[in-house]
């Protein structure tokens, strides 16, 4: 298994992306969620700043832009674009529904953006989208799947533009101002008889 480590430097007004995701129909007594925003179009979100919006309230404790944190596995190249951490609470039924914790539950969330490409002339399975991240508490989480931009795990080669795509992870048990690290594991990219093409690799990234 390959492991890289990175340490990032907290800069106060550093840009970020903010919480992005898919359209909802399901209601409440508060009323429909409506569709938050695309991760195409992310609002500039510094530490400190405060937001409501889609029946999520939430406060950035850390944000860091433009990361460039680059990783080969097999013939996909993918890279950790952003990371956000916010403290965060649903103030609705629809949203903890959708985030799989109780109404008002204090909570941490992190948001990473990534980006990948195949550079072979064939295609690849790379199932980013599901990548597992793991806080320096122990606490782990999958991408919660109503939330985030997804992205196709099916990459093609030869000249497949590249791909992107945003996890959104929600931590219960460990604070976001805690948080001094997380690792993210990315599967390793398989070929169409489910075969592994190289290995695994886990991302570390240390907050400070």
């Not at 599967?187 to 990234?205: L, S, T």
Request: contains cysteine; charged residues 25%; negative net charge.
């Amino acid at each position: 298994m390959k492991k890289r480590f990175f340490s990032l430097g907290l800069a106060a007004g550093i840009a970020t992306l903010s919480l992005t995701g898919c359209a909802f129909l399901g209601g409440s007594d508060e009323g429909k969620l409506t569709t938050p925003a695309s991760a195409e179009q992310t609002e500039k979100e510094e530490k400190g700043s405060s937001t409501e919006k889609d029946g999520i309230k939430k406060t950035v404790v850390y944000s860091k832009d433009n990361l460039d944190i680059e990783n080969t596995t097999g013939p996909v190249i993918f890279t950790i674009d952003s990371i956000q951490i916010a403290d965060m609470t649903a103030t609705t039924d629809t949203a903890s529904s959708m985030l799989g914790i109780k109404k008002n539950q204090d909570a941490a969330m992190i948001t990473v953006k990534f980006s990948c490409e195949n550079t072979s002339d064939s295609q690849a399975n790379f199932y980013a989208s599901k990548a597992m991240l793991t806080a320096d508490s122990g606490e782990e989480a999958e991408p919660v799947s109503y939330y985030g931009e997804y992205m196709d795990a099916h990459i093609g080669g030869g000249d497949t533009s590249t791909k992107t795509g945003t996890n959104v992870y929600v931590l219960t048990e460990t604070k976001a101002e805690d948080i001094k690290s997380v690792e993210i594991h990315f599967d390793a990219p398989q070929d169409w008889d489910f075969k592994d093409m190289d290995d695994a690799v886990d991302v570390e990234i240390e907050i400070k």
